[in-house]
């Protein structure tokens, strides 16, 4: 079965930019889903940051499209994100996902364990 | 609109029936799915779809959908069920086209 382990430094600096590799174990990345990034700052809820398909294509949540890169390196079998202008808001626990998605449903399994980047100084 | 709105908390007593719901204009046009999650833990998808649960969630989760609005229903619950419950969906703006709730905290009394 398909698992995913994200890997990256867990403190970044302000200014600076927020580097995250997603390992997918147990299948192919050009398996026909799509690979999606998704935090959750400390006690608060999910916040979807975007996602990639095997091809390269992307899609970027709108509040965060100026500073995401989401890109795929299909001969590591793995995804990556870079955060730019990382700031104290950009704490937070970082899960990446494989995604299913129709015409009519869309859904996250299996999610990676997280990792948390701390944002400071 | 791109939001889903859920309840921030709702209770249940231990073997009752609970319904959290989920609300939003994206689910006219999508099913949502649904996520536990443990304190510490990634979330689980406990319901995708029409009302599918994935390998190895119980039966006493299901799910349903009527309008704007999505319901996850867990029946006879259990204490190892209190958790937070995310809703998602596709969004058919292209301006969001993902959407998490912003989930609701499930307490067994």
């Known amino acids: 079965q398909v698992q995913l382990q994200e890997s990256g430094p867990g403190l970044v600096k302000p200014s600076g930019t927020l580097s995250l590799t997603c390992a997918v174990s147990?299948?192919?990345?050009?398996?026909?889903?799509?690979w999606s990034w998704v935090r959750q700052p400390p006690g608060k809820g999910l916040e979807w940051i975007g996602e990639?398909?095997?091809?390269?294509?992307?899609t970027y949540n709108p509040s965060l499209k100026s500073r995401v890169t989401i890109s795929v390196d299909k001969s590591k079998n793995q995804f990556s994100l870079k955060l730019t202008s990382v700031t104290a808001a950009d704490t937070a626990v970082y899960y990446c996902a494989r995604v299913y998605s129709s015409s009519s449903m869309n859904w996250f399994d299996p999610w990676g364990q997280g990792t948390l980047v701390t944002v400071s100084s | 609109s791109s939001e889903l709105t859920q309840d921030p908390a709702v209770s249940v007593a231990l073997g009752q029936t609970v319904r959290i719901t989920c609300q939003g204009d994206?689910?006219?046009?999508?099913?949502a799915s649904w996520y536990q999650q443990k304190p510490g833990q990634a979330p689980l998808l406990v319901i995708y779809?029409?009302?599918n649960r994935p390998s190895g969630i119980p039966d006493r989760f299901s799910g349903s959908s009527s309008g704007n609005t999505a319901s996850l229903t867990i029946t006879g619950t259990q204490a190892e069920d209190e958790a937070d419950y995310y809703c998602?969906?596709?969004?058919?703006?292209?301006?969001?086209?993902?959407?998490f709730g912003g989930g609701t905290k499930l307490t067994v009394l």
């Open positions: 994206s689910l006219r046009s999508y099913y």
């Open positions: 147990g299948g192919s990345i050009s398996s026909g889903n799509w």
């Open positions: 990639i398909y095997h091809s390269g294509s992307t």
């Open positions: 998602n969906s596709r969004d058919s703006s292209d301006n969001h086209p993902v959407v």
């Open positions: 779809g029409k009302n």
